[in-house]
């Protein structure tokens, strides 16, 4: 979909970016840094790093152990930044206000974009875009092609290249396996046991073109995003969404990323799973098939048989999938959907850099704590030991809500439902829970 083609050069430079480089920061930080903050304050590039990046490079003087550094720390900030968007996006959702939820919900994707890349050592900046090597050294990602000349792209502009480029590479189908293992088994090798031929790197491309797609939208088309970010949307009167399926797609993403104090989120890893079974050309497999070729024993081959073959598709994977226009209804659930599948990735992804390095819940209170307290998710004074508990609260307050909607002689409209629900609905708008949960189990 993008303008912009990545030449040669810049296809190489993404191919030698370093993501061992990113997890050797991590895992090199100090001890006196890990429980206090997630840069160091003397960083060179902690602060106006665009600009002092450029100054830099232009004077040949770019630090490059600080400038990594930078990058590093950017993946999970972005993340958490991404996490923060779409919860905005879900108030406003909850609001009425879909014009609103699509101007948030893009830029949860865009920044969960950018945590992806500086994951895999590149940083998204202004127009010059750091990549870092296999020995720690930094380069400007060479110019791109956009129809008519070479020139540096801006970060919109950027982005979904690098992202669709990365995402064919082996290296994406190599984080998949590693971030998503069902039952301790990598998605390439259920597909190996049971006689999938489908390359999970594949896989990957296709999943990732489908989450990211806003991003290339709103790059070839100017005029879509002024009309989301800057046109006033009353003018539009787009389609008005009902409250109650409002309250369905909420409640549905909440329950797609249930937490676990094993695996983050099992309830997406299942799901994925199977659209990977299913992409692979793979019948879903009974029980014994299970034992027979995956090595589950009859207990655990019969949980997995069960969950596969009555799984049905959470309303966010459907609405991920579909791509409406600005005047429809369920746009911007859909661009919400797909930002929190890409979030979804993006996180684990951080969260696999932070495991590698030993860098878990206690090491991450600095900024989880914190974080839960100034959204008003505990008391300052109260904070819990584990913010997986939190889950509670938010499946109490859905069933509560389910019941109440069901109790209803009509559908509720957005008054009735402020009006009675409005503690209910606050939390589940603060979607950096999720967030925090990814990173800090």
Same mark, same amino acid.
């Given at each position: ?5 990545? /030449? ?53 003087? &770019? ?9 590093? @720390? ?18 406003? &959702? ?36 750091? $990549? ?39 290296? @994406? ?32 491309? $296709? ?5 990211? &797609? ?13 009309? $989301? ?68 024993? /009859? ?33 911007? %659930? ?19 850099? %932070? ?65 009675? /629900? ?20």
């Amino acid at each position: 979909m993008s303008g912009i083609k990545l /030449q040669q050069n810049a296809k190489k430079a993404l191919r030698d970016a370093s993501r061992s480089r990113i997890g050797d920061w991590f895992g090199a930080l100090p001890n006196q840094i890990r429980g206090v903050r997630w840069l160091q304050s003397t960083n060179r590039y902690r602060v106006h790093c665009t600009q002092r990046y450029g100054t830099d490079l232009n004077a040949h003087t &770019v630090n490059d152990p600080q400038l990594v550094g930078y990058i590093a @720390a950017s993946a999970p900030t972005h993340a958490i930044d991404g996490w923060s968007y779409l919860g905005r996006a879900v108030e406003s &959702v909850l609001r009425g206000d879909s014009g609103s939820a699509i101007h948030f919900g893009y830029y949860a994707e865009l920044r969960a974009a950018m945590s992806l890349m500086a994951c895999e050592a590149l940083g998204i900046f202004n127009n010059r875009h750091p $990549v870092v090597d296999s020995k720690g050294h930094t380069q400007p990602l060479p110019k791109v092609y956009n129809g008519s000349k070479l020139i540096y792209a801006g970060t919109h502009k950027i982005v979904w290249p690098c992202v669709i480029h990365w995402a064919g590479l082996r290296k @994406a189908g190599v984080l998949i396996d590693e971030i998503i293992r069902p039952s301790g088994i990598a998605i390439s090798e259920w597909i190996k046991n049971l006689n999938g031929n489908v390359p999970v790197r594949a896989i990957a491309q $296709v999943w990732l073109k489908a989450w990211g &797609v806003d991003l290339a939208i709103y790059d070839d088309d100017h005029n879509f995003r002024n009309e $989301v970010s800057y046109r006033p949307s009353e003018l539009k009167r787009p389609a008005r969404l009902p409250a109650d399926d409002a309250v369905e797609f909420v409640q549905s993403l909440w329950e797609l990323f249930e937490p676990s104090p094993d695996r983050a989120f099992p309830a997406i890893e299942l799901h994925l799973l199977g659209r990977a079974l299913l992409a692979a050309g793979i019948a879903l497999p009974d029980t014994a098939t299970l034992q027979a070729r995956c090595g589950l024993q /009859q207990a655990e081959a019969d949980v997995w048989a069960e969950l596969l073959t009555a799984r049905v598709d959470p309303l966010i994977l459907a609405e991920a999938e579909e791509v409406s226009g600005l005047q429809e209804p369920r746009c911007h %659930l859909q661009v919400i959907a797909r930002a929190s599948l890409l979030l979804y990735f993006s996180t684990m992804s951080c969260r696999q850099h %932070l495991r590698q390095s030993a860098i878990g819940r206690p090491e991450l209170r600095h900024w989880w704590a914190e974080t839960g307290a100034a959204r008003g998710l505990w008391p300052s004074d109260n904070i819990p030991d584990n913010p997986v508990d939190i889950w509670a609260d938010v499946r109490d307050r859905i069933t509560d809500l389910r019941a109440w909607r069901a109790a209803l002689p009509a559908a509720p409209g957005f008054h009735a439902l402020r009006s009675t /629900q409005s503690q209910t609905l606050d939390l589940l708008g603060i979607c950096e829970l999720i967030g925090i949960w990814g990173l800090a189990s």
